[in-house]
């Protein structure tokens, strides 16, 4: 559903470092879901998505993992870079009728 | 890659007046297109989902006679902001869905955003 918040949370790490982005979702039936990264002013970019049937899925210097159990997803940027430095929100999809529901995001700052 | 856009970029308007919002699918047809609302430092919010010839169904809040909504083709939809206010202000985004696209028949594509001040 429709996500407020007053403030993004935000992580701050060095360049060259691993970066871990988490979010917690609340549908169990949520069954597809997909990170965005966002910079100021642009609309949401996609990174990497992936399906209920799965608990991994890798891309390039991107990790997604799901953990249904927790309903936890979270995406891994491998050495991370400045112009890695945006916004991500995972988005959820409920029940196959493309619908899609952001969470709150996290700001990730890559310090040089 | 599948490209979304969006018209105008931004613009800005007095209060009363009416702004339409334009979402184009640029390389593929878009079955359905969705709209969503940003506010500065928050998420997106989904605003209403737009299928090409039917009506958009709106999400629960969002008022159909403030926003209306009309998807003439498989690559054009437009919001328009009616009667706009200061509260109306913010950055609209849209999304695409579409056939033939490289990843997913069910990933959505982002427009860049158009951001609405009402003065």
């Known amino acids: 559903g429709e996500s407020v918040g007053l403030h993004l949370p935000t992580l701050s790490v060095q360049e060259g470092d691993n970066s871990i982005i988490n979010c917690a979702y609340s549908n169990s039936a949520s069954d597809y879901f997909i990170w965005y990264k966002q910079e100021s002013g642009k609309g949401p970019q996609f990174i990497i998505d992936i399906r209920s049937n799965m608990d991994k899925r890798q891309g390039q210097r991107v990790t997604v993992l799901l953990n249904k159990t927790v309903k936890h997803l979270s995406l891994q940027i491998a050495a991370t870079q400045p112009g890695d430095s945006a916004v991500y929100f995972c988005?959820?999809?409920?029940?196959?009728?493309?619908?899609?529901?952001f969470g709150s995001g996290t700001k990730l700052n890559v310090k040089p | 890659g599948a490209v979304v856009s969006q018209h105008p970029s931004w613009v800005i308007c007095k209060s009363g007046t009416s702004v339409k919002i334009e979402c184009r699918s640029l390389d593929f047809q878009a079955t359905t297109m969705f709209w969503y609302r940003q506010f500065p430092k928050q998420s997106l919010m989904l605003m209403a989902t737009?299928?090409?010839?039917?009506?958009?169904?709106?999400e629960q809040g969002v008022e159909k006679d403030k926003f209306l909504i009309n998807h003439a083709s498989l690559t054009l939809s437009t919001l328009t902001v009616t009667s706009a206010h200061p509260e109306d202000s913010s950055f609209y985004i849209c999304?695409?869905?579409?056939?033939?696209?490289?990843?997913?028949?069910?990933?959505?594509?982002f427009g860049p955003g158009t951001r609405l001040t009402v003065l």
């Open positions: 988005a959820e999809n409920i029940g196959g009728f493309n619908k899609f529901y």
């Open positions: 737009s299928n090409e010839g039917s009506k958009a169904t709106y």
């Open positions: 999304s695409a869905i579409g056939l033939a696209v490289a990843q997913s028949t069910d990933t959505q594509y």
